[in-house]
């Protein structure tokens, strides 16, 4: 999964079976310092509330229908988070007791 | 498999269902001398990694689900070892201790 911002939408009226109802929005994938990283994809917005400016996380390939609500569908970028805070920690902190 | 470190991690509250409860790690990926490559991915936690910690990272779908144990989840790269020791070419590349 990889960090991108939402940077605009896409409309389309005639789509493949299945994907009736997806939203679609444009994201540039980001590098760890959130700048921008490769080229924009459309991606299907996997949380419904996703819009332009935020900055989410995305997952590629198979796993991307794995998103949706019918799975069997051709989509291979889909939003599914919107990121509150990325927290860099240094060395030792922020470890879950096991 | 690849080999990262721990250096984030990702809040987020509104995401799909199957991260709910689930702590998102931002992982630089390590080339073979065990410096960052310059790539990342953000990961699942199945092992209670924490930062610093040089980890296991599994990038690839099915496996991923069965890691989670979840057959629809739209999850890819998780978290699966905390690395000890990182051997390339008979050089101590990791040692974690």
Known sequence: ??????????????KADGLEGVKFLIVQPLNRERQPQGSPVVAADA???AGPGELVYIVGAREAAQALPNTFVPVDHAIVGIVDAVEELSRGEGRESR | MKVGRVVGTV????????????????CDLLDAAGDP???????????????????????????????????TAPIRAVVVGIIDQLVVDGELVLCES
Request: glycine content about 12%; proline content about 3%; charged content about 15%.
């Open chain 1, 47 to 49: 949380v419904h509330m």
């Open chain 2, 37 to 71: 490559d310059g790539s990342y991915l953000i990961c699942v936690d199945t092992v209670g990694s924490g930062a610093g910690e040089a980890v296991l990272i599994l990038d690839e779908g099915n496996s991923a689900r069965q890691v989670i144990g979840m057959p």
């Open chain 1, 1 to 14: 999964m990889q960090l991108a911002r939402v940077t605009g939408t896409l409309v389309a009226s005639v």
């Open chain 2, 11 to 26: 809040v987020s509250t509104i995401s799909s269902p199957a991260f709910e409860g689930r702590r998102l790690l931002l």
